[in-house]
């Protein structure tokens, strides 16, 4: 199957903050989340700030572009929410430094604490 096939849907499940990713309707990957705080915007008021916390897909499905698809329908709907996402997952920060597009959604870095050396 192909990641870019017409029956990958991605979905928020706010009730278990994740998103998700069905394949035909299974559930093949998710996308957890916690809303972080919020924080002052340009305009009046405060705008949720989410972070995007851990990445996953499951291994019969894994090497085949779904993570990157998921990723990019969870940043379409952060977009349409007016959130901005503190990328925690490793993942995700990788998809948006090789996406530009999505650089609005993500709240800059110097908003965002130091990431720890391993």
Not at 25 to 53: C, H, K, N, Q, W
Not at 95 to 102: A, R, S, T
Request: neutral net charge; proline residues 6%.
């Amino acid at each position: 199957m192909l990641a870019n096939s017409p029956s990958a849907e991605v979905s928020n499940n706010a009730d278990q903050n994740r998103f998700e990713l069905r394949l035909n309707g299974d559930l093949v990957g998710i996308l957890a989340y916690y809303e972080f705080d919020s924080a002052p915007s340009r305009r009046p008021g405060r705008v949720t700030v989410v972070s995007f916390m851990h990445t996953v897909i499951t291994e019969d499905f894994g090497h085949r572009g779904l993570a990157s698809v998921m990723v990019r329908g969870a940043l379409d709907q952060a977009r349409r929410y007016g959130w901005k996402v503190r990328p925690v997952c490793s993942y995700v920060q990788r998809f948006v430094g090789e996406h530009p597009e999505y650089r609005d959604v993500v709240l800059p870095s110097e908003d965002r604490p130091e990431r720890i050396a391993r």
